[in-house]
């Protein structure tokens, strides 16, 4: 019940395409759900995060969709660069101070966009 | 400002030697999580810290593994006895955790060999 399942494993997008990257979560006490993009020999680094009471959240290129009812969230990146190839990781985790926050992560996403 | 820093960058040992990694949390960050980043297992929750309450040891994967945090910043995990399975990066974020705030930010890691 802790996993968070992430697809694809790996995902190849040509220059201004849009790349997509879906999470599913079992936990219904999760309630914050980050991801994180990470690039060889570099820590993870938040991306963009969302809470389950909105449905989209965008920053950028870089837009999170939230399904509460099916447990499941989606990072798109639209217009995607060269630049964003990268492994990206989705994440949930429990607020509250009685809480540790511990992020449960998905397997990860190698994402390589083709100039 | 800073950000969490990590050392050494790079860590080779022997099998069954004991071996120490450090974190540096950004300054003002009450919280700290050590995190395993591995083939195998993907990013994987050790260890967290808050203030002065106990910690969370959940995620620590055997008793040779074992973290303390000196003066509600700096951290060191140990390894004792190190075998080849614990060959992985090793990953220490922190978070403010007040007002609301769970963002996590990770460090540059630590990638330890056993030979």
């Known amino acids: 019940q802790q996993q968070v399942k992430q697809s694809p494993q790996s995902l190849i997008v040509q220059k201004g395409g849009i790349s997509i990257i879906n999470c599913a979560y079992e936990?219904?006490?999760?309630?914050?759900f980050p991801w994180y993009q990470q690039f060889p020999g570099k820590g993870p680094a938040l991306l963009i995060a969302?809470?389950?009471?909105?449905s989209e959240k965008k920053e950028g290129r870089f837009t999170i969709s939230f399904n509460k009812s099916a447990k499941q969230f989606s990072l798109h990146i639209m217009d995607s660069q060269p630049g964003d190839s990268a492994t990206y990781f989705c994440?949930?985790?429990?607020?509250?101070?009685?809480?540790?926050?511990?992020?449960?992560f998905g397997q990860g996403t190698t994402l390589q966009v083709k100039p | 400002g800073a950000g969490v820093s990590q050392s050494p960058s790079n860590k080779v040992t022997e099998k069954g030697k004991d071996v120490e990694l450090r974190c540096d949390p950004i300054?003002?960050?009450?919280?700290l999580y050590w995190y395993r980043q591995s083939l195998g297992q993907g990013l994987e929750f050790l260890i967290y810290?808050?203030?002065?309450?106990?910690?969370?040891k959940s995620g620590l994967p055997s008793d040779r593994f074992s973290a303390e945090r000196t003066g509600g910043s700096v951290s060191t995990l140990t390894i004792q006895r190190t075998q080849q399975e614990d060959s992985a990066v090793y990953l220490c974020?922190?978070?403010?955790?007040?007002?609301?705030?769970?963002?996590?930010?990770f460090g540059p890691g630590t990638r330890l060999t056993v030979t």
């Open positions: 974020a922190s978070s403010i955790r007040d007002g609301g705030s769970y963002e996590q930010y």
């Open positions: 936990n219904t006490a999760f309630d914050y």
């Open positions: 969302i809470r389950p009471d909105v």
């Open positions: 994440a949930a985790s429990t607020r509250g101070s009685s809480n540790t926050g511990k992020l449960i």
């Open positions: 300054s003002g960050h009450t919280a």
């Open positions: 810290f808050q203030g002065n309450s106990a910690p969370d």
